[in-house]
């Protein structure tokens, strides 16, 4: 605890005025929690879909720039499909309207997006008494009558753009599509009120599917009370565990107390900035106060192993918690600055996490570095025995080991120590060589698989999220299956001037651009303003099919958007086209399935024909719809994943790097920590878990995992190479079974608090439990069986003298 000149080091003085001072420490950190405990209540916990858009991306630009004209992104789409017989029935019909004027009264609807075969949206073009007539498909009332329900079907076939987009092929189902603004959605609200709609509708002829971002994000909010479930039971499980392992209410107390201020500072840091806390990262916030509860298992066994050996509660206080001050700060701080990487990537949930979880972490020095041997102070000593001095001083080092370990013997230490022993004899004699050359082969074989196979954002939001018997995955696949599809990707042309989509040939390369539009890969159809120009041209040559084109006169066109303005209400056409000033327009494209690859592959292709058709009257710029929204998200979060990985590690080497004074003790740290990081993507992929803006917060903190693991054992190993002359044998067996006993102890409680994750109805949390225990044993195996591999075969002396503590 001194400097070779018998100097007290800054820990033990730091200790010591810890120690010295424990109702001023208590009162400030009382008065901090208290602080945050206040700032807590105005907490939200819930989804801001601005927060998940990337805003200075160029397709959420578009999208923001045009929003208000051509509508929301976030579509839901509800079926009503009937079991017998097809739609055209009174009954069908009247369901259909009640649906859709109750879905038009939802609270963040945009009333100008919603559609459905009994809004006046849907129009009728006909040739009638005085005529071209535009009307409603259903006007002036519902059909009812055998002839009423005839015309309606005839209406609907002799119209384009109906059957296909809004109705089945085989009519049997029809859709209601609504847009939901972001700010204005209540999730809870849209849960509510669609589960009440499908209750009261459906029957034994009638089946309502209920799909579309806005409903995903209903789902996520509906499941989010289990998780609040989960914690709970996981609280109750950790309090076992450490009551199974330290037997004593301070061994309960101490780390839960911990990890409670860490939470309470963190949430109530977050809550101060205004930050929301999305659910489906709320696994993050678990790991973050598992930081906490590491360090305080570590310096519970080193104060119990201090006190059996002194007998004096003061001087085992600053002994056990000076020699883990600088190994808990430094760990502290990697962790910190690993999360703060995050930030790296500009979509305001990920920057959000990483500015309040890297706060969280930090917290943890107040919450267990500085409280911890504050409470230990004020609270009675261990009811363990003790050695007497006397004893102590006639025996020798390994018999007063021995000693200390009956005293501090526990039910577990049979356990931990036998999985302490394996993992000894993995680095044991010529055995080391056999971990070095699996640790290469997983390094460059394993990453290069991972660099190339590993996917972003490759499969569909809902099915990344909740599993594929879910009901809105099942919704999802009956639109993909049945309509054109339920995905929008959004081109938007651009007109050089006011009224430049009343031009011919702006209206002809937007027909060109969605003729092409249908060899994107999974494209189901596309939908411009030229359907409707070509249908009303149609009716100009009495209903004559061949008469479907684009009119090449200017002046059947003018007559034509004449006809369209004076029979469209405000807001009709906006989908199509803007009005008055016919400037700008879109084609919309509908995609059956999507992955990462089909939207990447189909924006390329966009790309190269808009860059072969260079345009003088028009431009096209891409791209809107809510898979314009995932194509950027997705280049974010694939940027920002790989940059991420590289800082993180960057920034532990150079840490650690300062910390043990030889790069080759930052190298035997960084291995074990990259290894896991390979083997964790290597089972992202045969898991089929995609790497997409939820799962990338808990990969990069689940890095700090390892790094905490392999910095109390590197500094314990270089301790024990101290006192035992040398030995680096003997250095690495006391380590292991010593500070690698509570490493093995604080995986698996970690491991079995997580696992309840499983259990939740999301197939994200679930997927994300199984990926963290994996990292959590991952881990805990590379501290203590690859990290002295490492140091024996680069050499105990190059690395460990290095160590000041």
């Given at each position: 605890m001194t400097t070779e000149k018998g100097e007290k080091t800054i820990w033990l003085k730091l200790v010591e005025y810890h120690v010295g001072h424990p109702y001023l420490m208590l009162t400030l950190i009382v008065l901090g929690t208290i602080f945050f405990v206040y700032q807590i209540f105005s907490l939200k916990i819930h989804t801001d879909f601005f927060d998940l858009y990337p805003p200075r991306h160029p397709y959420i630009q578009?999208?923001?720039?045009?929003?208000?004209?051509?509508?929301?992104?976030?579509?839901?789409?509800?079926?009503?499909?009937?079991?017998?017989?097809?739609?055209?029935?009174?009954?069908?019909?009247?369901?259909?309207?009640?649906?859709?004027?109750?879905?038009?009264?939802?609270?963040?609807?945009?009333?100008?997006?919603?559609?459905?075969?009994?809004?006046?949206?849907?129009?009728?073009?006909?040739?009638?008494?005085?005529?071209?007539?535009?009307?409603?498909?259903?006007?002036?009332?519902?059909?009812?009558?055998?002839?009423?329900?005839?015309?309606?079907?005839?209406?609907?076939?002799?119209?384009?753009?109906?059957?296909?987009?809004?109705?089945?092929?085989?009519?049997?189902?029809?859709?209601?599509?609504?847009?939901?603004?972001?700010?204005?959605?209540?999730?809870?609200?849209?849960?509510?009120?669609?589960?009440?709609?499908?209750?009261?509708?459906?029957?034994?002829?009638?089946?309502?599917?209920?799909?579309?971002?806005?409903?995903?994000?209903?789902?996520?909010?509906?499941?989010?009370?289990?998780?609040?479930?989960?914690?709970?039971?996981?609280?109750?499980?950790?309090?076992?565990?450490?009551?199974?392992?330290?037997?004593?209410?301070?061994?309960?107390?101490?780390?839960?107390?911990?990890?409670?201020?860490?939470?309470?500072?963190?949430?109530?840091?977050?809550?101060?900035?205004?930050?929301?806390?999305?659910?489906?990262?709320?696994?993050?916030?678990?790991?973050?106060?598992?930081?906490?509860?590491?360090?305080?298992?570590?310096?519970?066994?080193?104060?119990?192993?201090?006190?059996?050996?002194?007998?004096?509660?003061?001087?085992?206080?600053?002994?056990?918690?000076?020699?883990?001050?600088?190994?808990?700060?430094?760990?502290?701080?990697?962790?910190?600055?690993?999360?703060?990487?995050?930030?790296?990537a500009t979509i305001p949930l990920m920057r959000n996490l990483a500015i309040y979880g890297s706060f969280w972490i930090l917290s943890i020095y107040v919450s267990s570095i500085v409280l911890h041997p504050v409470l230990v102070s004020l609270l009675p000593p261990p009811r363990a025995k003790h050695i007497d001095k006397e004893k102590l001083a006639r025996i020798d080092l390994d018999t007063a080991r021995e000693e200390i370990r009956k005293i501090t013997a526990r039910p577990g230490d049979k356990i931990y120590l036998k999985i302490g022993h394996i993992l000894i004899a993995l680095t044991e004699g010529n055995r080391k060589w056999i971990v070095l050359a699996v640790a290469i082969i997983i390094l460059f074989g394993g990453g290069y698989v991972t660099r190339t196979h590993l996917k972003v954002g490759d499969t569909s939001a809902g099915k990344a999220i909740l599993y594929s018997d879910h009901p809105y995955n099942v919704a999802g696949d009956k639109v993909n299956r049945d309509f054109i599809g339920a995905s929008q990707l959004i081109v938007i042309a651009e007109g050089q001037k006011k009224g430049a989509m009343k031009d011919g040939d702006s209206l002809t390369l937007l027909e060109d651009l969605g003729v092409y539009s249908q060899r994107l890969p999974n494209a189901g159809g596309t939908v411009t303003v030229t359907g409707i120009v070509k249908t009303i041209y149609r009716m100009f040559h009495e209903g004559n099919p061949k008469w479907a084109v684009l009119p090449e006169d200017p002046r059947h066109l003018g007559q034509i958007f004449f006809q369209i303005e004076g029979s469209m209400a405000a807001g009709e056409m906006d989908r199509f086209i803007s009005v008055p000033d016919y400037s700008n327009a879109t084609v919309t494209i509908y995609f059956r399935e999507y992955n990462n690859k089909v939207i990447t592959d189909s924006l390329a292709m966009l790309k190269n024909y808009i860059k072969d058709h260079p345009l003088e009257k028009m431009k096209f710029r891409l791209a809107g719809g809510i898979l314009g929204i995932l194509a950027s998200v997705n280049e974010e979060v694939e940027w920002s994943y790989w940059m991420n990985m590289l800082l993180i590690f960057t920034l532990t080497f150079v840490f650690c790097w300062w910390a043990y004074r030889t790069w080759l003790g930052a190298l035997v740290l960084f291995i074990p920590l990259l290894i896991c990081q390979v083997l964790s993507d290597i089972l992202m992929l045969i898991l089929g878990i995609d790497m997409n803006i939820n799962s990338l917060p808990v990969c990069s903190v689940g890095v700090g995992v390892g790094v905490d693991y392999g910095i109390y054992i590197l500094s314990r190993l270089a301790e024990e190479y101290k006192f035992s002359n040398g030995d680096y044998m003997r250095a690495r067996y006391l380590a292991i079974t010593s500070t690698g006993k509570a490493t093995i102890f604080t995986a698996s409680t970690l491991l079995f608090s997580v696992i309840f994750f499983v259990f939740a109805s999301f197939k994200f949390q679930a997927e994300m439990a199984v990926l963290l225990a994996f990292l959590l044993v991952a881990n805990m195996v590379g501290a203590l069986a690859v990290l002295p591999a490492l140091v024996s075969i680069l050499g105990p002396d190059r690395i460990l003298p290095k160590y000041r503590i």
């Open positions: 578009l999208y923001k720039q045009y929003r208000n004209m051509f509508g929301t992104a976030n579509v839901m789409t509800l079926v009503l499909e009937v079991k017998k017989g097809n739609i055209y029935n009174a009954e069908t019909i009247k369901k259909l309207e009640r649906l859709t004027k109750d879905v038009l009264e939802i609270k963040g609807v945009n009333p100008i997006q919603v559609i459905s075969l009994t809004h006046p949206k849907l129009k009728n073009i006909n040739v009638g008494t005085w005529g071209i007539e535009i009307s409603p498909l259903i006007h002036p009332k519902l059909p009812e009558t055998d002839e009423e329900l005839r015309r309606f079907k005839e209406k609907i076939y002799t119209n384009e753009g109906i059957r296909g987009v809004y109705i089945t092929p085989n009519d049997k189902a029809t859709m209601i599509q609504a847009g939901l603004w972001e700010e204005g959605v209540d999730l809870k609200n849209l849960y509510a009120k669609m589960t009440e709609l499908k209750k009261r509708e459906e029957d034994a002829n009638h089946t309502i599917y209920i799909t579309g971002y806005p409903m995903l994000y209903a789902w996520i909010a509906h499941y989010t009370p289990q998780l609040y479930n989960v914690f709970f039971v996981t609280g109750v499980v950790l309090m076992v565990l450490l009551w199974w392992y330290f037997r004593s209410f301070m061994g309960v107390f101490i780390p839960m107390i911990s990890a409670v201020v860490s939470a309470i500072w963190g949430l109530g840091f977050a809550s101060m900035l205004k930050i929301n806390i999305d659910p489906l990262v709320l696994v993050v916030p678990l790991l973050l106060s598992a930081r906490a509860l590491s360090h305080s298992v570590q310096s519970m066994e080193r104060y119990h192993e201090e006190y059996a050996k002194t007998g004096d509660k003061k001087r085992a206080i600053i002994i056990a918690y000076g020699y883990l001050y600088k190994p808990g700060i430094l760990g502290t701080i990697c962790d910190g600055l690993g999360v703060l990487t995050i930030a790296v």
